[in-house]
């Protein structure tokens, strides 16, 4: 492992985030990226001031810190649209759709069946076999009208 002291500080760092941007891509979420920039960042550092290695471990430190926040804070203000925005939301998906009654509405509660599941509901008094409209959901309990 003579190699190793041939590198300099500020290379390990530099290595490293390029190591981390490479994680980024391949891997989802947008994470990596902002220790990727701490560690460059880091790796610049090093590469104009000569400081020890356990200064340059602390600002690592403060930088993953400081630009994971940045970043968060970033996207919280910033999102990014999205071309199905319902996607993981399925009660919200089957607002609109007609769905028919497998055990009685009665009292304002009963199931309809959605698909190839049978579903909770609330609305007004119907029979088995009726057809609702869904238009709304609270929680897994989906909120239906007379079609």
């Known amino acids: 492992m003579e190699w190793l002291s041939l590198l300099d500080d500020h290379w390990g760092w530099l290595v490293f985030a390029a190591l981390l941007g490479v994680g980024e891509v391949l891997l989802p979420g947008v994470f990596l990226i902002w220790v990727a920039l ?48 319902l996607l ?20 304002g509660r009963g199931r309809v069946k959605v698909g190839d599941g049978v579903w909770s509901c609330r609305g007004p008094d119907a029979p088995a076999g009726t057809r609702v409209r869904v238009i709304g959901a609270e929680a897994s309990v989906l909120k239906v009208e007379l079609a």
């Not at 993981?88 to 009292?107: C, H, K, Q, S, Y």
């Open 38 to 85: 701490a560690a460059a960042v880091t790796g610049l550092v090093a590469l104009i001031l000569p400081v020890p290695l356990p200064v340059q471990l602390l600002l690592f430190s403060a930088l993953c810190l400081v630009s994971v926040w940045g970043g968060r804070r970033w996207y919280s203000s910033n999102p990014v649209d999205s071309q199905d925005p």
């Open 88 to 107: 993981n939301d399925r009660t919200a998906r089957l607002v609109g759709e007609i769905v028919t009654v497998v055990e009685p509405i009665d009292n």
